[in-house]
């Protein structure tokens, strides 16, 4: 089935129709999640440089909008994979893809139509480069970010969708808990500092019940604070990875053994 996910998105036509992009980053998010589980290293390949081919494309301006998780699992599926050097240049090639190959600064001096989106997506890129201990490459985003968030307001030519002012946010602080702890703890805590977050409604069907966006924001904070990537620091996390990844080889190749001689 991994193998015949990956023929098909390899033979798939190029589109811009945006629920056929959504539903081929959805099919590139389970497969990386079951290849990388499997210790598919081949496959994950295949998965990862469609997805990259596809921000390269013309069509990267419609993905944006529905390629959230299919980004944070590709980092998490190659972390499974202690792939550190092809991660990086994975990084590389994304970053790239999404900037146009401007710098992040420049394109919020002027921001694009879709720079909320951009944003929201570069957060998932932005968290690797902490993981993988070039924070510097991060800190741009994080700030672009932050100011969108302190910045957004509902006056014309500043308007943000409030579910993609939510994503940003929990973004930002899933990507805060890859820093140093007391580092992390700062940074979320101020971006709860008073009156610098816009208020968030609460009109869903269910606000008789609970506040969606707000259950949304908490969760991801006691998601972050409570994950091993903080408790353990990234140097620890990094550690367990490679760790995690050959005992898991160890076992799949073992299974394997049993299971052609019995």
């Not at 419609?62 to 991660?87: C, H, N, P, V, Y």
Request: with cysteine; hydrophobic share 45%; glycine share 4%.
């Amino acid at each position: 089935l991994l193998d015949r996910s990956a023929q098909t998105l390899a033979s798939a036509n190029p589109t811009t129709d945006g629920p056929a992009l959504e539903m081929r980053l959805r099919l590139i998010e389970r497969s990386l999640f079951f290849a990388a589980h499997f210790d598919r290293s081949d496959v994950v390949t295949l998965l990862v440089d469609h997805l990259v081919r596809l921000f390269e494309s013309d069509a990267a301006t419609i993905a944006l909008e529905s390629s959230g998780f299919a980004m944070g699992q590709t980092l998490r599926s190659l972390r499974k994979l202690g792939l550190r050097d092809e991660t990086m240049g994975i990084l590389e090639r994304l970053e790239t893809a999404l900037l146009r190959g401007q710098t992040i600064e420049a394109l919020s001096l002027r921001p694009p139509r879709n720079w909320p989106a951009l944003v929201q997506t570069q957060l998932h890129v932005a968290a690797g480069w902490i993981y993988f201990d070039t924070p510097g490459r991060a800190m741009p985003t994080l700030e672009a970010a932050r100011h969108l968030l302190f910045a957004s307001d509902q006056t014309p030519g500043n308007q943000i969708l409030r579910a993609q002012y939510v994503q940003i946010l929990c973004n930002l602080i899933a990507a805060f808990g890859y820093l140093p702890p007391a580092e992390a703890r700062s940074r979320i805590a101020d971006l709860f500092a008073e009156e610098k977050l816009a208020r968030l409604p609460n009109t869903f069907t269910t606000s008789s019940f609970y506040s969606r966006f707000h259950l949304n924001v908490a969760e991801a904070v006691v998601l972050t604070l409570s994950g091993e990537d903080f408790t353990l620091g990234p140097s620890a996390r990094r550690w367990l990875d490679e760790d995690e990844y050959l005992i898991r080889r160890r076992v799949h190749r073992d299974v394997r053994r049993v299971l052609e001689h019995g």
